[in-house]
């Protein structure tokens, strides 16, 4: 989120209004011409009357402190300082003087001097809106922030209607985590200033951070009403569509920006952090490349290019990016936390920790980095002086719903490698509390959705639709509920030297949504399958194939392992009739439980509440059984209990459903040297575990009401009862 967060100190001078001409003889005349100059803008003309004077009369102290606000207007804050202490030794009992002494110095950073001014300035001549304000302005930026909050609440009491005044106070509450007082302050600088962008942009912000999110929609459009072209107001509008799940209207707004402002470095940090966020990774690249040309000295830009390679899967570039970010700003806390993340996705666990520790070492309060940390490695009783860290700094209480979030998340995985599971449970309760309370499962909308692909893709769309698509074999499609082992399966046949993992790609969804626009009339995906004819899927497998070119050009078969594909298997079944997809299954309640503990990057909003959770199951098991009646497909199912069980038998059936010969180098694929940007990029680089099978039972007490929802029950094997377990393939051709 981004917004301008502070407003300086404001002089008094204002050539003339606050000091009142005294001369009496013959300067008088030259003074008033050098005064309407100087309010004119005439600045040159303007200082040389000022001179003028002065040569006359060295001592002329009216004219010493307009001459020294007319150096300040031009940027030489030395000499304004120099002459407006002349003017004070001629007459030290003027109070706009010292203001305009203060302003002066505050502007250079004499932040001390400026304060003595101040508080002259109020010796001499009692309380001052304009002056409580600078000096709030100048504890503010002295780190003085209770005494900075006294001043402001002052010059509000003296002038209840300045916005400025109102913006800088909710400014500073927003820094300190007070964001309900800093929204009604913000509040008060919108109403008295209806042409303020910063201040709508800042409360929008605000707003974000508390989870009220349709607000801050409305926030921000006031901005943009105000300023159309504010790159900033843009992205953050962008930022929060995306939290609320609105993806295309997200995409909209960038679209918009980049079209207008190509390669646009104004705004490049919050540009590409929101394309990055959108898998816009190509303009991502572009606008931190364009902004490190323009200064390579910044260390943002390649801290920004660093997570964009990142996404690119270029390992080496990003790692390159963040240390450079790192060199020229070693105390940025941010990118250390960032190299961590890409260290741990190429496997290097040492280096990542070793980064997670400098980024708390340098701000304790970076709790994606206590959150990265938690998922690193396994914690036991050994580590409690850490947890107890963790544990102290939600105690503080100045933390933004994410930074809490983040910190329970962490002391849950940390509490759960301890084995006391009552303790973890309270910690994944919380953060799931908090986050629940920005993004929620809108469970009706997600039964239509889940109607609308069954309506959609009949028997007979698919007899009508035979024949059409490409005839690669090539791709592999690894589906399911995120958490069931997808990571897992792609790592076993990602092992396979003749087998690229592309990991989770959007691609699948994205040509979802633009095969939407090609559908005649106004339907939208999947109601619009009917009605789009054979060019625009015969683009949609094009597009595909063309993408896995530009990820790898030598594999047999890659993989795309996004989870959430299962909505789109009927799609890519049209698209793609050669293709293989292998379906995870797993134990209803574990997989239910391992999405409510595990904090996603984007999206899954369904996994911050069991019984939104239990609700998405239910939908995603109705359009399984859906695809193994209509898909004119095989699909192999493999069982997460099966898999950890007897993971030879299962690898190599997996292999033979890819059509490739076996190769050892599967059974060992915790030991293969591969890119996983998922969050269990930790536990595919161990040997199998088998804890967590039937994991749910540690918590057993605790989701009644879950397994209540899921109508769960168990066989006498203590299996779920979803089905038999040991069937691994199944035909699904009609």
């Known amino acids: 989120m981004t917004g301008k967060t502070q ?141 900075a909050e006294m001043a402001y609440r002052k010059a509000i009491d003296l002038a209840p209607g300045d916005g400025g005044f109102h913006y800088n106070l909710a400014n500073l509450l927003k820094a300190e985590g007070r964001l309900e007082e800093a929204v009604g302050h913000y509040q008060h600088a919108v109403d008295s200033e209806q042409e303020s962008a910063d201040a709508r942009n800042n409360l929008g912000n605000t707003l974000q951070a508390l989870g009220r999110l349709d607000e801050a929609i409305l926030a921000y459009s006031g901005a943009l009403k105000v300023r159309p072209n504010d790159i900033n107001a843009h992205c953050n509008l962008a930022n929060v569509l995306l939290d609320l799940n609105r993806w295309n209207e997200a995409d909209d707004v960038i679209e918009q920006v980049i079209a207008e402002n190509p390669l646009h470095v104004a705004a490049h940090s919050a540009l590409s952090k929101v394309c990055i966020r959108l898998h816009r990774t190509s303009a ?36 390159e990016a963040l240390q450079t970010a790192i060199r020229i700003n070693p105390a940025f806390a941010e990118a250390h936390n960032s190299l961590g993340i890409v260290y741990m996705d190429g496997g290097d666990t040492v280096h990542a920790l070793e980064c997670f520790r400098e980024a708390l070492k340098l701000d304790p309060k970076v709790a994606a980095a206590w959150l990265n940390m938690s998922r690193a490695r396994r914690f036991s009783e050994q580590d409690l002086p850490e947890i107890s860290r963790i544990e102290g700094l939600l105690e503080e209480g100045d933390l933004p719903d994410e930074g809490r979030i983040n910190l329970h998340f962490a002391l849950g995985k940390m509490f759960d490698d301890c084995a006391a599971y009552d303790k973890a449970f309270e910690h994944f309760r919380e953060a799931n509390r908090y986050k629940s309370q920005h993004v929620r499962l809108d469970a009706e909308h997600d039964r239509r959705w889940v109607a609308k692909f069954l309506e959609a893709f009949t028997p007979a769309y698919f007899g009508s639709h035979a024949g059409l698509g490409d005839p690669s074999e090539r791709q592999v499609f690894i589906v ?142 109705q359009v399984m059984a859906h695809w193994r009646q209509v898909l004119p497909i095989q699909m192999f199912e493999v069982q997460y209990e099966e898999l950890v069980e007897d993971q030879e038998r299962i690898s190599r059936a997996l292999i033979d459903y890819i059509d490739l010969d076996w190769d050892d180098r599967c059974l060992t694929f915790h030991e293969t040297k591969r890119t996983v940007r998922t969050a269990s990029n930790w536990q595919v680089r161990q040997p199998i575990f088998k804890t967590a099978r039937k994991r749910w039972k540690n918590y057993e007490k605790h989701l009644a009401g879950l397994r209540t929802e899921l109508g769960y029950v168990e066989d006498a094997q203590g299996r779920a009862g979803t089905g038999s377990l040991s069937e691994i393939k199944r035909n699904l051709t009609p």
């Open 284 to 319: 991502a690249i572009g606008i931190c490349r364009k902004a490190i040309a323009e200064d390579a000295d910044v260390a943002d830009p390649h801290c920004n290019l660093g997570l964009a390679l990142r996404q690119a899967r270029d390992i080496p570039g990003a790692i």
């Open 480 to 621: 399911g509920m995120p958490r069931s082992g997808t990571t897992l399966v792609e790592q076993i046949l990602a092992s396979h030297p003749q087998v690229y993992g592309a990991d989770e790609l959007t691609t699948i969804a994205d040509i979802a949504y633009t095969v939407e626009k090609r559908g005649t009339g106004t339907a939208k995906y999947p109601e619009n399958i009917p009605s789009l004819d054979d060019s625009a899927l015969q683009w949609g497998a094009r597009h595909y194939l063309d993408h896995l070119q530009t990820i790898d050009t030598q594999a047999v078969r890659v993989t795309d392992k996004m989870p959430s594909n299962f909505f789109h298997l009927g799609l890519i079944a049209v698209m793609l009739p050669r293709v293989r997809i292998i379906h995870c299954r797993r134990d209803a309640m574990d997989v239910c439980l391992s999405n409510f503990v595990q904090k996603f990057a984007e999206g899954h909003h369904y996994s911050y509440d069991l019984s939104d959770t239990a609700t998405y199951y239910r939908g995603y098991e």
């Open 7 to 147: 407003r300086t100190g404001r002089t008094q001078g204002n050539v003339g209004r606050q000091v009142r001409v005294s001369t009496t003889d013959d300067s008088t005349q030259l003074l008033e011409m050098a005064v309407g100059l100087h309010r004119a803008g005439e600045l040159a003309r303007a200082r040389a009357l000022y001179e003028q004077i002065i040569e006359r009369d060295p001592g002329h102290a009216d004219a010493l402190q307009f001459l020294g606000l007319a150096c300040f207007q031009g940027g030489d804050g030395e000499q304004a300082v120099a002459l407006i202490r002349r003017a004070i030794a001629q007459k030290p009992r003027v109070a706009p003087y010292h203001d305009n002494l203060g302003s002066v110095l505050e502007s250079t950073g004499a932040l001390d001097e400026a304060l003595d001014a101040y508080l002259e300035a109020t010796r001499l001549s009692g309380e001052d809106a304009e002056r409580s304000f600078n000096m709030g302005v100048v504890l503010n930026r002295l780190g003085r922030h209770v005494e």
